[in-house]
């Protein structure tokens, strides 16, 4: 198990200048990886981690001898744009990047020469989806979401009997997995009509999903469940997920196998993946309400219950085009934390995944689901924000949405935060809407 | 458009001998695709024909001169194991390499001295998932299947308002995906018990279901729907694929997202992929019953209503651990069509998963759902032979069985026969089932 060290000290700071601003969301404490190239380039993407407005190219420094060896061989062993490699290899080696990299970094150190002229700016690179996502499986932890959400589908019967036994997921489509700054043409497809005969058309309902999404580090073998005590050794770090959802489409397609061409039209994350270590002064006891029934045997454990929730603020903000041409900034709809939206914490999700036998591998994504808040105006989508498209949002502008027009640009964002400790941050992930595109005759 | 060539003429026989054996799933007018290695070797799987009880090395074939240009250059271009950068091609290399074998293993043909030394028996050979399968998605076109399964778990509403609209399908799990030969533990999980309290065990109602799995060859960029006029450019081949599942676990996880861990812990196919070339002379007209719906026009076309069904005879057959004991060989438990069983086409199915802009990819899988025919005893899954576990099935020797049993195997096995044309088939898709694991502690 890992714990608080001092690579967590808030008062440690970088050498790189901006890494010490107080907004940034990438302080030496907290040292997210990604896969960039410089912009424009053709290179393949490379690995690197994000330091206030800049990027340690991390190839650059195991040639300029920063790294250590296991390091080092981890991150050779990669294929050109994908972290699998080096998620395969477990905690121990993402430990020993971040130590490696917190004494390189910090203020005063001896290899800041050497590790300079391996930085890059962010605002010359490009980012990629950071390694080769096999399987995507989307879960349904938020309970408020859930129950919000049933009403709207299932007026009756919002929370179904087996939501606080089952940890509920599906498995997500990944070829349509996009990263910040993706946009997407607003799909088309069957809705209903009258009397049950559905008309064709674009998606008039358009959402998002406020979620977190888990890289998952070393996988299991087909037929070895993974059990709770080791769930969190199998966990690599966390980025935002944007599961775009088009609601419409949804209500017709999803019985009785689930949400289909509703959501594997585009999914957005962000670039930066924040490590389950960065994210260590952040855990949570995760405990179950009075009265609500505990987790079976296999979803319990100690370390879970003394710390298997994480203190995350979530946020998400909106810019219109109109805001755009006018020159707004995007503008926050709502926030919402992690440890009072889930139902179900990142170990338990994991260990439910592989009871039956079914194989992890590294670089697989695990979507949280929707995080909204208990209360009405921490709706993680619009669905819940505007009570199913019938109460509008008005925006500053004068504005008003019920769902995504054209030209929408949605910003999720997250931030931890805990006195004694340095706040660290997730950056965005934004991605846009685009017209619909007319078929071909 | 592909049709029938000198390849389909049912006189051609060929200089391997055992392709010219009436009971032979592989005379020379098939020609299926897999991947192979020596057995207990520990090289990479290579492209392979399946010619009667022999593989051709088509590495080796196109070292010995025997292959076109392109189809050398896409064979060369797969990774190890992987043939996906040859499925990505599309129709006209593939049918380069179908005329090409067809000429050399001809009867009296002058390349049979120089392709001789590339054929490897299928009995010295082991084979592999024949691609990195990058997304599957299973549909649910068995009209028949949907309607038994349907009155068991929703016995006032069997069939749902959409699924004579939409070819229902959801997302399955890839990591699971194994080849003829594999064996599974069976899978543990949630049962529910009284009052809606789970219980946790050994799933209890295992069954399996009878699908095809149909390959995309090139794929579509995300964002652009592929039209129902070009869908058939996109069909590489078919499989036979066993879609195990956990019934117990289903009926409690599946609401509201579909089923996941009652489906994720294993999936079987065929090693040999049969091309839709092989396939042409048994293609059949796709028309919808009187007072049917017209499918919507995104799902209409000429070619479809015209030759968009397939006359594919199907059948399961099992073997318990007492019939291998006893030296007995396994039993048939039904037979169906797939031009009966199906309520929507490929091309259909393909069409609809990128109508919302969703992107496929060389070497994408996509089921069929179990194809179960319309009478009773054509049930394509346990769950309708035994109508929900209630009516024991006898087997010849004396047992019987209502869901499987550990030692089960059950083998899938598909053919086409047509007057005029040699019979071909696809081979067994095989797997059996091992007990469940104790979990650790």
Redesign the interface.
């Known amino acids: 198990m890992y714990r608080i060290d001092d690579t967590h000290d808030a008062s440690l700071t970088s050498w790189v200048e901006s890494a010490n601003a107080p907004a940034t969301d990438f302080p030496i404490q907290n040292l997210p990886i990604g896969m960039f190239r410089r912009a424009g380039s053709a290179e393949g993407f490379r690995p690197g981690v994000a330091i206030g407005d800049q990027v340690v190219d991390l190839l650059a420094a195991a040639d300029a001898g920063v790294l250590p060896d296991d390091v080092v061989a981890a991150l050779r062993a990669c294929a050109p744009g994908q972290l699998n490699a080096f998620m395969a290899q477990g905690r121990g080696v993402r430990v020993g990047l971040r130590r490696a990299l917190s004494q390189a970094l910090r203020q005063g150190s001896a290899q800041q020469a050497r590790l300079q002229p391996c930085l890059v700016a962010q605002s010359a690179v490009e980012l990629a989806v950071p390694c080769r996502i096999?399987?995507y499986?989307d879960f349904?932890t938020g309970i408020h979401h859930a129950t919000s959400v049933?009403k709207l589908?299932?007026p009756d019967n919002p929370l179904?009997?087996?939501y606080k036994?089952?940890p509920?997921?599906?498995?997500?489509?990944?070829?349509?997995i996009?990263v910040s700054g993706q946009s997407?043409?607003r799909?088309?497809?069957?809705i209903?009509g009258a009397a049950?005969?559905?008309e064709?058309g674009p998606c008039r309902r358009l959402d998002y999903e406020l979620e977190l999404g888990a890289f998952v580090g070393p996988g299991n073998p087909?037929?070895?469940?993974v059990?709770m005590a080791e769930a969190e050794e199998h966990l690599f770090g966390l980025v935002l997920l944007n599961d775009w959802s088009?609601r419409d489409?949804q209500a017709?397609?999803?019985?009785?196998?689930?949400?289909?061409?509703?959501k594997?039209?585009?999914t957005t994350i962000s670039p930066w993946i924040v490590t389950m270590e960065a994210l260590e002064p952040f855990r949570a006891p995760f405990v179950r309400a009075e009265g609500e029934?505990q987790p079976?045997?296999?979803l319990d454990g100690a370390e879970n219950r003394e710390r298997g929730a994480l203190d995350l603020e979530l946020e998400v903000w909106l810019q219109t085009a109109a805001m755009r041409e006018a020159g707004l900034p995007p503008e926050r709809l709502m926030r919402s934390n992690f440890k009072d939206a889930a139902y179900w914490t990142l170990a338990q999700m994991l260990a439910?995944?592989t009871?039956?036998?079914?194989?992890?591998?590294p670089g697989?994504l695990l979507g949280t689901g929707t995080q909204s808040g208990p209360s009405p105006e921490q709706g993680g989508s619009l669905l819940e924000l505007t009570a199913g498209g019938k109460q509008e949002l008005r925006l500053s502008n004068g504005e008003t949405r019920t769902f995504l027009r054209d030209g929408d640009t949605v910003v999720l964002r997250a931030h931890a935060e805990r006195p004694g400790f340095r706040r660290i941050g997730f950056g965005d992930c934004a991605g846009t809407v685009l017209p619909a595109?007319p078929?071909?005759?």
């Open positions: 096999d399987g499986t349904y049933g589908f299932r179904m009997p087996n036994w089952v509920i997921g599906y498995h997500g489509r990944t070829s349509s996009g997407f043409h799909p088309q497809g069957q209903k049950d005969v559905p064709f087909l037929g070895r469940p059990p088009a489409l017709w397609e999803y019985q009785p196998l689930g949400p289909f061409l509703a594997n039209f585009a029934p079976l045997p296999y439910h995944h009871i039956n036998g079914c194989n992890l591998q697989d595109v078929l071909s005759p």
